[in-house]
């Protein structure tokens, strides 16, 4: 990302980043339904493994999925595509780019659980989410915390290099806006949670139209025409 953007374009990047995170929290509703973590997706689920070990230490209490990883990593390598269409590389277009993916990521999962039916605002606390079972401080877990102290401790290293706070008060601006973004959608949430349960009403599923015989689903994107095939062993 530029490290000194205009206010002009500061407000875009704002937008943009904020509607990014919001398609991601949507389509995430999609994808998974009210069964958050790919609960219920056909992923890959470790907890024992070096690597799962290592991940919920980053993110305690939680299973490392396929689902998860490629999800994390796509956002990461989009954030990145300026540094090969024209931006230089410096640590502080590096810091200013992993500050804001990182107040980015909570930004998704919070929109995740203020839109979906399943939560919204009076749902979303310690004790209703398997997988935040752990710390919370206030009315968020621990891993939305820690994702901020860490983004402001980035974005704060740009001092090394550049001699001043700009990058910091930047996105101390970008996270504040982003809250207040927030806090407009969680105002809109009614809305799409009525909208979500319109496109769901009991006979609207037009999946029979357009599937061939034999492969129609549940209307919930579930295929039962081949339940009772076993999968073949590996070799």
């Given at each position: 990302?530029?490290?000194?953007?205009?206010?002009?374009?500061?407000?875009?990047?704002?937008?943009?980043?904020?509607?990014?995170?919001?398609?991601?929290?949507?389509?995430?509703?999609?994808?998974?339904?009210?069964?958050?973590?790919?609960?219920?997706?056909?992923?890959?689920?470790?907890?024992?493994?070096?690597?799962?070990?290592?991940?919920?230490?980053?993110?305690?209490?939680?299973?490392?999925?396929?689902?998860?990883?490629?999800?994390?990593?796509?956002?990461?390598?989009?954030?990145?595509?300026?540094?090969?269409?024209?931006?230089?590389?410096?640590?502080?277009?590096?810091?200013?780019?992993?500050?804001?993916?990182?107040?980015?990521?909570?930004?998704?999962?919070?929109?995740?659980?203020?839109?979906?039916?399943?939560?919204?605002?009076?749902?979303?606390?310690?004790?209703?989410?398997?997988?935040?079972?752990?710390?919370?401080?206030?009315?968020?877990?621990?891993?939305?915390?820690?994702?901020?102290?860490?983004?402001?401790?980035?974005?704060?290293?740009?001092?090394?290099?550049?001699?001043?706070?700009?990058?910091?008060?930047?996105?101390?601006?970008?996270?504040?806006?982003?809250?207040?973004?927030?806090?407009?959608?969680?105002?809109?949430?009614?809305r799409y949670m009525r909208?979500?349960?319109?496109?769901?009403?009991?006979?609207?599923?037009?999946?029979?139209?357009?599937?061939?015989?034999?492969?129609?689903?549940?209307?919930?994107?579930?295929?039962?025409?081949?339940?009772?095939?076993?999968?073949?062993?590996?070799?």
């Amino acid at each position: 990302m530029i490290t000194n953007p205009s206010t002009a374009d500061l407000i875009l990047r704002v937008l943009f980043l904020f509607g990014y995170a919001l398609l991601f929290a949507l389509a995430e509703i999609e994808i998974e339904g009210e069964h958050g973590w790919a609960e219920r997706l056909p992923t890959w689920f470790r907890v024992n493994t070096p690597g799962a070990r290592l991940y919920g230490r980053i993110l305690p209490g939680k299973p490392l999925t396929g689902y998860h990883l490629v999800m994390f990593m796509l956002p990461l390598w989009s954030f990145h595509i300026g540094f090969f269409g024209g931006v230089p590389w410096s640590w502080p277009a590096e810091a200013t780019t992993l500050a804001a993916y990182l107040v980015w990521v909570a930004t998704w999962d919070l929109l995740w659980f203020l839109l979906n039916p399943r939560y919204g605002w009076a749902r979303f606390r310690k004790g209703e989410i398997w997988w935040h079972a752990r710390t919370w401080i206030g009315r968020f877990p621990i891993d939305y915390w820690g994702a901020l102290v860490v983004s402001f401790a980035v974005a704060a290293s740009a001092r090394l290099v550049t001699g001043d706070l700009g990058v910091l008060a930047r996105h101390a601006g970008l996270t504040a806006a982003f809250a207040a973004l927030t806090l407009l959608v969680n105002a809109g949430a009614p809305r799409y949670m009525r909208w979500h349960a319109h496109m769901r009403r009991p006979g609207s599923d037009e999946r029979a139209v357009a599937l061939p015989p034999g492969s129609q689903g549940d209307g919930n994107g579930t295929s039962h025409a081949n339940e009772n095939v076993r999968p073949r062993p590996l070799d």
